[in-house]
């Protein structure tokens, strides 16, 4: 398990990849097939759910480091663009949802909101701050940056985690007990980067 074959990555990366086309698939049969998958407020629940998922996916490809690094499995690093696309995916779709559904379009009323609803603020700075990652998620564009470069800009996801934790937090307006379980996933996955950075300098530390 700690080492796969390229057949075996492969054949993960396809499961993968339609595995997580599934909560789509959930609503475009609920539109065009069963109706009533999608509630009373069928508009409500399409922005909602591409929200949540959105936010998993973002965990999820999180994860993938604190995961290698703790069960050896090297192969896994190998699932995280597809991973972290799958976040931005969603999102576009969240937002897409938000401006057909939400707005119909009207640029001036989304710009408003944007301005007034601090909620809405923090939820397009994260998507905002998520189009430099998504567009050089490409192993071209990792050469042309080269891997330093890359590494401090793909740091930009350290703040849009938070982001988009408070995104939520901040809309929910009685039940906080969802936006809490993400929030604590979240702290756990940057906390274990903060412990590790603070034993790679303890052990880089010269002995007097
Ligand atoms: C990284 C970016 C984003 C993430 C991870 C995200 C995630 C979420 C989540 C988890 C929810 C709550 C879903 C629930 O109630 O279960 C939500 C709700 C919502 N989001 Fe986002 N969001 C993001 C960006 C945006 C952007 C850019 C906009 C629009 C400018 C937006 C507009 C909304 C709206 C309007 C709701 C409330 C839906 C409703 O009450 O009907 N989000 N989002």
Known sequence: MRRLSERAIGAVKVCLFLVALAPLARLLLGVFVFP???????????????????????????????LRKLSGWVWIARLRRMLGLYAFFYVVVHFASYVSFDHVFDVRAILQDVVKRPFITVGFLSLVLLLPLAATSTHGMVRRLGAQRWNGLHRLVYVIGPLAVLHFWWMVKRDLTEPIIYALVLAVLLGYRVQEKWRQARVARPVR
């Open 36 to 66: 009533e998958w999608l509630g009373a407020n069928p508009a409500e629940y399409i922005t909602r759910s591409t929200g949540d998922w959105a936010l998993r996916f973002l965990l999820i490809t999180l994860a993938v480091t604190p």
